[in-house]
Structure formats: structure tokens, C-alpha cells
């Protein structure tokens, strides 16, 4: 059961969409009395997919209205056919996005 009012639902997406671990997840949540929930989605390109969408239907089906959804570029570094950045790359794209995040979560928990 989830007592808190506001609610944050963070993920990486997976193959253009909510992975299926998070959807059950959502399907398995009760919540009381939600009155802002929010989501982050990490990916690669928020063109490679609609994963904030999809997340809305979850939680429309669970009787939950969606009121902010974010996106965050992550490196993904998963990606083969992404170029490897060089070596002092990564500190610059890995502290933007979380910085970005901080910023977020500072706003909600204000
Ligand atoms: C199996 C798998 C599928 C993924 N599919 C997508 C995708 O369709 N679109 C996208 O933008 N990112 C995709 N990603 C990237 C993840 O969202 C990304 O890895 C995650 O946000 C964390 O970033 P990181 O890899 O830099 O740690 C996928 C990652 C994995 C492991």
C-alpha cells in the first residue's frame, strides 16, 4: 500500500517501453491517496520509444492520474552501435543528467 501523497516512479527504458518488471510492479501497487506522482524515464534518445506514454496507461489502469513524466538522457552505454565517447566524455554527459535529477528530486521533495 502506498501512503505517501506524492509519488515518484523512476526507470531506464527498455526495448522502446516500461520494462515488464516495472509495469507489474505498478499493477501490483495500491495506493491511498496519491495527489502528485511523477516519473522519470532514463534512456538513450526519448526519440527510441514511448515509454512515458506507456507508463500513463499503467497507471490510468491502476486508478492513478499521471501528473508530471520526465525524460533523462542517460550515456547508455549498453549500446553497441553508439560511438564510445573519449575518455573524458563521460564525466561531462553523466553529470548533467545528474545534476538535471537532483534538480528534480529536490523539486518534488520540497
Ligand atoms: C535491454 C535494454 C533495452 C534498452 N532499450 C532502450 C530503448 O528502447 N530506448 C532508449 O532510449 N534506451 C534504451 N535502453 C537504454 C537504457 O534506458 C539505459 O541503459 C538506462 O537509461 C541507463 O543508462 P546507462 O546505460 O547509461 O546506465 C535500453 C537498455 C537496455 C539494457
Redesign the pocket.
Given at each position: 500500500m502506498v501512503t505517501a501523497q506524492r509519488v515518484g516512479i523512476i526507470f531506464?527504458?527498455?526495448?522502446?517501453n516500461v520494462p515488464r518488471i516495472v509495469r507489474q510492479f505498478i499493477a501490483e501497487l495500491r495506493f491511498l491517496n496519491p495527489e502528485y506522482v511523477f516519473v522519470i524515464v532514463?534512456?538513450?534518445?526519448p526519440k527510441?520509444?514511448n515509454a512515458l506514454s506507456e507508463v500513463e496507461k499503467c497507471l490510468r489502469h491502476a486508478k492513478v492520474k499521471l501528473n508530471a513524466g520526465y525524460f533523462i538522457q542517460?550515456?547508455?552505454?549498453?549500446?553497441p552501435y553508439l560511438k564510445t565517447p573519449k575518455a573524458k566524455q563521460p564525466t561531462n554527459n553523466i553529470k548533467k543528467p545528474v545534476k538535471r535529477y537532483c534538480r528534480l528530486l529536490k523539486t518534488f521533495a520540497s
Open positions: 531506464p527504458m527498455h526495448i522502446m532514463t534512456g538513450a534518445n527510441f520509444g542517460m550515456m547508455a552505454s549498453h549500446f
